[in-house]
């Protein structure tokens, strides 16, 4: 796996905090990290509150394609929306 450094995550984010008006030009995603790999898993999404909403999902799916993702870590991370990453399972949109 390769892929993006996380992004900060700052609790008390509003859409009219400053923070909250960066993430304009980002796409977020589910990620993982095993060791001293990361990658993504699903994604892009438009915010990052639908990154938060999906990480179950990623989690299952890495489950259900390797034993061995129950040790894996599992969060969201964005990279600019210039800059998409390609997810493992593809797009983050549907179920």
Known sequence: MTGPVPAPVHSG???????WSQQA????YVSV??????????GP??????ALDEVRRG???AEDADCRAAFYAFGTCS?????????VFGSGVGG
Do not use: A, C, M, W
């Not at 984010?13 to 400053?18: A, L, M």
């Not at 990290?33 to 699903?42: E, M, P, S």
């Not at 990279?79 to 997810?87: E, G, M, N």
């Open 13 to 19: 984010n509003t859409p009219r905090s400053p923070y």
């Open 59 to 61: 989690r299952r799916l």
């Open 79 to 87: 990279s600019p929306r210039s800059r998409p990453l390609k997810p």
């Open 33 to 42: 990290i095993d060791g001293g790999r990361k990658g993504v898993l699903l």
């Open 45 to 50: 999404y438009e915010t990052h509150q639908e």
């Open 25 to 28: 030009d980002r796409v977020f």
